[in-house]
């Protein structure tokens, strides 16, 4: 049961380019979530998904897509990235749809935006 | 707006030097405050649920309560490997969570 595994560990880009991180889990959770963790700020809500085929944004979704076809699966595309998206990214999933239950959180993906 | 405000920003403790770490919110609504262990480099790891005043859990070293304005974490007798950052998040609605800029505690032997 490895939970949630996100990928890749670390990126660093170039400003304007694109890329998918990588979000998937093994606990069969209806719902899955980004976040941004940045210094001196608390974990802030990217976007979210209740199940496949269903997403929303949450507080900061601007320059970020994401799609949900299957259960295990929520992936977060940097359409043209800025230097602003320079972050750390953890996604997390929970076995509520609304969200009170406990996340289980990945081990994060540290971006650099050049 | 709804705020969560942790303290303090950082804790230095010896080993067996018991603390308390503060939560303070002003919400519109409570369902549900967590805490979250984070260790460096790691995602943050579930610790304990409250979900109304008076209610308190323990685990091990740590035990959460909860009022109607705040939450504490008090750490009893501490080790080195309770080192780390603690996060503070309040439910405050569907799929609302507002989470605290964390205490960084340090346990030095």
């Known amino acids: 049961n490895a939970g949630v595994t996100q990928t890749p560990k670390f990126q660093v880009l170039k400003t304007g380019q694109s890329m998918t991180l990588q979000c998937a889990q093994d606990?069969?959770?209806?719902?899955m979530s980004w976040y941004r963790q940045d210094p001196g700020m608390g974990l802030r809500l990217i976007h979210y998904?209740?199940?496949?085929?269903?997403?929303d944004q949450g507080e900061v979704p601007n320059g970020y897509n994401v799609s949900r076809s299957t259960t295990e699966d929520f992936p977060l595309r940097l359409l043209s990235a800025a230097p602003s998206q320079t972050s750390v990214y953890f996604c997390?999933?929970?076995?509520?749809?609304?969200?009170?239950?406990?996340?289980?959180f990945g081990n994060g993906t540290r971006l650099t935006v050049t | 707006e709804d705020q969560v405000t942790q303290s303090p920003e950082a804790l230095r403790l010896q080993e067996g030097e018991s603390s308390s770490l503060n939560c303070s919110y002003t919400?519109?609504?409570?369902?549900?405050l967590f805490w979250y262990r984070q260790d460096p480099g790691k995602g943050p790891e579930f610790l304990f649920t409250?979900?109304?005043a008076g209610e308190e859990k323990e685990k091990e070293r740590l035990k959460a309560t909860l009022t109607k304005k705040e939450s504490f974490l008090h750490i009893t007798a501490p080790k080195p490997e309770d080192s780390a950052t603690y996060l503070c998040?309040?439910?405050?609605?569907?799929?609302?969570?507002?989470f605290g800029t964390g205490t960084r505690l340090l346990v030095s032997p």
């Open positions: 998040a309040v439910q405050t609605g569907f799929q609302k969570l507002v």
């Open positions: 919400v519109s609504g409570l369902r549900g």
């Open positions: 998904s209740v199940g496949a085929g269903i997403t």
């Open positions: 997390a999933s929970s076995y509520s749809r609304t969200g009170d239950t406990p996340l289980h």
């Open positions: 409250l979900y109304s």
């Open positions: 606990m069969n959770h209806e719902y």
